[in-house]
Structure formats: structure tokens, C-alpha cells
């Protein structure tokens, strides 16, 4: 998929794709995110059964939703960061 965001050429065939879900249950069937890094700029891709939508996020979102997305992940990359309980 490509986008313009804010005069910004998103590319998803070019971005890291860092972390999916997916979704299959019957009350939101086939919702799918997948979390993109790019070489300055993070993006969200929300897909379903009605639209296919791709937003700019910020550092500090991207890091939010990869904790919620995948925690071994976040773990690679942000591990040494955290404190633990």
C-alpha cells in the first residue's frame, strides 16, 4: 500500500513490517493491524472487511502498541529501557 501523509510517502512494500495481529472472531471479523517502522517515520495499518486505512504515528504510539501487539518484540528492542515489577 502507498500513502501520502503529510507530504510523506508511506510505502508498506518498503517498511519493516514490526509487529501483526490478527483477528478472526465473529464479532469483528478478519481486523488485522500491522505495525511499520520506516527509516524516519512509524505507521499503523488497520484492515477489515470495510476499509483498509494506514496512519502516521509517532515514536511514543508505536511504542504503546507494540507492547500491546507483541512483548517479545518490544522486548528485543526496548528491553534494557524497562524496570521490573
Avoid at 517498511?15 to 520506516?38: C, H
Amino acid at each position: 500500500m502507498k500513502k501520502i501523509i503529510n507530504g510523506v510517502l508511506f510505502d508498506t512494500e518498503k517498511m519493516e513490517v514490526v509487529a501483526k495481529s490478527w483477528n478472526d472472531d465473529k464479532i469483528k471479523p478478519f481486523d488485522s493491524q500491522t505495525l511499520y517502522k520506516g527509516n524516519k517515520y512509524y505507521a499503523l495499518r488497520i484492515k477489515n472487511v470495510f476499509r483498509d486505512t494506514l496512519i502516521m504515528i509517532n515514536k511514543k504510539q508505536f511504542k504503546k502498541i507494540l507492547a500491546e501487539l507483541d512483548v517479545e518484540k518490544y522486548l528485543e528492542l526496548y528491553g534494557d529501557q524497562l524496570e521490573e515489577a
